[in-house]
């Protein structure tokens, strides 16, 4: 039986949470959806980003998920329609209302466990990392401008956590009309534990750190984390969220 845990925080810097989450809450249903957004733009306009991003693609993966093959590319190819509408959704508000809207987007993670496996939607910069056997391993890759230049290795990973456009996303949900998120299928298999948290945990918190919390204890492993974000400087929203 597949149990989690999470916890959305303001932080001690910023005067909305533009960060917005949803896990499945009777841990018996056939859906073991899980689902975080980090909403961006001026205003109010990330909140409503990330909420819609959240909406949008848990009443479509819902709404499909029966009539979806069982096989991994078709639950593949369902994860990644459900961003490209929340994306569509988004995109079509942000056109609404230019002054008040323009330039509203959010990152999104989806994590669907089914059958032995966890399927993984990726676009932003918040992450998903799987702790298993002992190792945390991230899984997402940050679409960001910072992690393009370790990948040309113009910057080591360490000059990355304190680079001046270390917050500048290369691609986000609902700022353009088309999108390609990442999504990919991962074993999921007893005793593994996976964390889907925003940049507010990973901006001021060592991978190292939290692999020792939730090791520590993986339930209260998201009030402790974001306790320890906010002690460092709580610039952003945090949202942690615990698989287990």
């Not at 991003?53 to 096989?71: H, W």
Request: with cysteine; charged share 25%.
């Amino acid at each position: 039986m597949v149990k989690a845990y999470a916890k959305s925080d303001i932080g001690k810097v910023r005067e909305i949470n533009q960060d917005s989450y949803y896990i499945t809450e009777d841990q018996f249903a056939n859906i073991h959806l899980y689902i975080l957004a980090d909403g961006m733009g001026g205003c109010n306009a990330g909140d409503i980003a990330s909420k819609l991003a959240i909406k949008c693609a848990k009443s479509y993966i819902e709404n499909n998920f029966l009539d979806t093959p069982k096989d991994k590319e078709s639950l593949v190819q369902l994860i990644g329609s459900s961003m490209e509408y929340a994306n569509m959704v988004i995109y079509e508000k942000s056109l609404e209302n230019k002054q008040e809207f323009e330039g509203m987007g959010t990152t999104l993670e989806i994590c669907l466990i089914y059958n032995n496996k966890a399927y993984i939607g990726h676009i932003g910069d918040s992450r998903v990392y799987r702790i298993r056997k002992g190792l945390i391993r991230q899984l997402t890759q940050d679409h960001s401008y910072v992690q393009t230049l370790v990948k040309e290795g113009t910057i080591t990973k360490e000059e990355a956590l304190t680079h001046p456009k270390k917050n500048m996303l290369m691609k986000a949900l609902g700022c353009t009309p088309y999108v390609e998120p990442d999504v990919r299928a991962r074993n999921y298999i007893a005793g593994d534990i996976l964390i889907m948290c925003s940049d507010g945990l990973t901006n001021m918190v060592k991978e190292e750190e939290i692999y020792k919390t939730v090791i520590e204890d993986a339930v209260e492993a998201p009030k402790k984390l974001i306790e320890q974000a906010n002690k460092l400087g709580g610039y952003d929203n945090i949202t942690v969220i615990t698989i287990l």
